[in-house]
């Protein structure tokens, strides 16, 4: 890949000893679209969110925080502040994302992001993540996939119930 947000992907994954496998997607509305260009579930495609994080409800401060969610859920808002410690989260805007990871939305992807100063931001994942994933790969058109659990080891990611079914969804059976 020449892209540099893909070289940036690569090098930081061989950095973190991961093995990483880049898949060309195509253009994609939506991440059903993504999910059947590469032939897989939308479930197998895992979402990289950018959230804003204060530590209290007044604080100016601010940092950010990664979540990781299957692609066929949303993320629980009070399960990930619970778990991450925060008191105050929400999404990050493109321009915020852009800021914290280096990577324009819909390209996002834990492997080499970082903020202009090299600030890393802690990751969490839902637990139900596992096994062979797809991700976002740094740049438009391109997907990586990757072992969960190898990704999780490298980076420290930090697990939890931390997604709920999309609204309007009912959950699958248990």
């Keep these: 890949m020449s892209d540099s947000g893909c070289d940036r992907v690569q090098a930081d994954a061989q950095a973190h000893g991961v093995q990483i496998e880049f898949a060309p997607r195509g253009d994609a509305g939506?991440?059903?679209?993504?999910?059947?260009?590469?032939?897989?579930?939308?479930?197998?495609?895992?979402?990289?969110?950018?959230?804003?994080?204060?530590?209290?409800?007044?604080?100016?401060?601010?940092?950010?925080?990664?979540?990781?969610?299957?692609?066929?859920?949303?993320?629980?808002?009070?399960?990930?502040?619970k778990l991450a410690g925060f008191k105050k989260l929400s999404m990050a805007s493109p321009e915020q994302g852009l800021e914290a990871t280096g990577y324009r939305p819909g390209t996002i992807t834990p492997f080499g992001a970082e903020a202009a100063d090299g600030t890393r931001w802690p990751i969490y994942a839902d637990a139900s993540i596992s096994g062979r994933i797809c991700m976002g790969a740094g740049a438009p058109g391109i997907n990586l996939f990757v072992q969960a659990e190898e990704l999780f080891a490298a980076y420290g990611v930090i697990t939890g119930e931390i997604a709920k079914p999309l609204t309007g969804q009912t959950p699958p059976p248990a």
Aim: net charge positive; proline share 4%; hydrophobic share 45%.
């Design 30 to 81: 939506s991440l059903q679209e993504a999910a059947a260009n590469l032939g897989i579930e939308p479930r197998e495609i895992v979402k990289t969110l950018v959230a804003r994080a204060k530590r209290t409800q007044t604080a100016r401060d601010h940092s950010y925080v990664i979540a990781l969610i299957p692609g066929d859920r949303q993320v629980d808002w009070a399960a990930l502040r």
